[in-house]
């Protein structure tokens, strides 16, 4: 039987007294593939996400990149978080080429041309010279998926990366990730408490219960609207339907026990 590429076994999480993770936790995530993590505000989604990215460790169980059980970050599992994150003090395309510092495999001319290469595949190249303080909100996130991206990032961790930018920008940011992903070939793991977001964006959609979080829905959305996401389909009757099963899956779920 073949490895899944990312896997977790039986994870569990305990702060204190406090269960995040209640049940013991098991997914397994093919490589470039797309899962978002739906769930109410503090259901512990986010831990999960945390825990990839070697910033939290499990209680219990463990979550295995390749067979290998994960440790602390690396360059391998890059995260972006919803605040912005670059640096005021450098440019648009220093603060790209400061995700691959700790990059000794790579020449100092092959660093310029992975920089390059991330800031045309986010639409950036132009503003280059540019300070953080000159460009737009949307801008700036997409410095940091470009940071995060030319450090070498196999697996894409995204923390609500879009909850700060108006909706206009949220939608046209949520195409181009899309498009990013599967030009680049990434596996991504995006936290969302949107429903929309995570139907447009996602392969799957994993919902989860309000905190101790348990796995309530494993859905395949490529499976009923396809692999292209364009923005049109946000006005399709199968979005729709789709969206309203999840909505109705999440307020269940959110409302359970109670």
């Known amino acids: 039987m073949t490895e899944p590429y990312l896997a977790f076994d039986g994870v569990t999480k305990r702060f204190g007294a406090l269960d995040v993770v209640g049940q013991p936790f098991d997914l397994t995530v093919a490589r470039n593939e797309f ?5 109410p505000s503090g259901c512990g989604k986010t831990t999960l996400m945390r825990m990839v990215g070697g910033l939290d460790t499990p209680t219990g169980g463990d979550i295995r990149l390749e067979g290998v059980p994960v440790g602390g ?3 391998r599992r890059g995260m972006v978080f919803q605040s912005y994150s670059s640096f005021p003090w450098l440019t648009v395309a220093e603060n790209v080429l400061f995700g691959m510092r700790y990059r000794t495999d790579l020449t100092e001319q092959q660093k310029r041309a992975r920089r390059d290469h991330y800031l045309d595949l986010v639409g950036l190249y132009e503003f280059s010279d540019a300070y953080p303080n000159k460009v737009s909100g949307g801008m700036r ?4 998926i470009a940071r995060t991206l030319a450090a070498g990032s196999e697996v894409l961790l995204m923390d609500e990366p879009f909850g700060a930018l108006d909706a ?3 939608e046209k940011l949520q195409v ?6 599967r030009r680049d070939t990434k596996t991504v793991v995006f936290v969302t408490h949107d429903v929309e977001e995570a ?8 919902v989860f219960s309000k905190r101790p979080a348990r796995l309530v829905a494993d859905i395949d959305v490529t499976a009923q609207l396809g692999a292209e996401r364009p923005l049109e389909l946000r006005d399709s009757p199968e979005f729709f339907r789709l969206r309203n099963a999840v909505l109705k899956l999440l ?6 026990d109670e």
Do not use: M
Request: hydrophobic share 45%.
């Open 35 to 39: 899962i978002v993590f739906l769930g």
């Open 168 to 170: 206009q920008r949220r």
């Open 141 to 144: 996130q997409r410095v940091a």
């Open 199 to 206: 139907v447009f964006l996602a392969d799957r959609v994993i």
């Open 251 to 256: 307020r269940e779920a959110a409302g359970d």
């Open 73 to 75: 970050p690396d360059h």
């Open 176 to 181: 181009e990730l899309r498009g990013i992903q």
